[in-house]
């Protein structure tokens, strides 16, 4: 699976951008805002459609590097990094969020007791 950094440096290789300032202005944040992507951080929704439109990858892929990179947990990062290379996107996408709506359903119909 390729790291969210390795899709920001696609799109500045597509783009003929040199320095992670220029991207910067690209993408409309602040430099310290790409420093923090650098370091482990994530893009948020609109940036991260701008990277999959540049890129020409499919914003599962883009999404699951997103999702991998904002993981602090290591077991979790390793998790999501193992439903990308294991099981491929689309499966591992579907059933992820099969799971979260299932999870939501439940909750949502369930009455507070103290209410």
């Not at 290789?13 to 040199?18: D, F, Q, V, Y």
């Not at 892929?61 to 439903?83: M, S, V, Y």
Request: glycine share 6%.
């Amino acid at each position: 699976m390729k790291k969210l950094i390795n899709y920001i440096d696609e799109c500045k290789t597509i783009l003929g951008i040199e320095k992670d300032a220029e991207l910067a202005r690209y993408l409309e944040i602040s430099t310290a805002s790409m420093t923090g992507i650098r370091k482990g951080g994530g893009v948020n929704d609109r940036n991260l459609m701008i990277i999959a439109r540049i890129s020409k990858q499919p914003i599962e892929h883009i999404l699951l590097a997103n999702i991998a990179t904002r993981e602090k947990n290591p077991i979790f990062k390793k998790a999501w990094e193992n439903i990308s290379q294991k099981t491929g996107i689309a499966a591992g996408f579907l059933f992820v969020f099969q799971e979260a709506m299932n999870f939501s359903a439940v909750f949502n119909s369930v009455e507070c007791i103290l209410c």
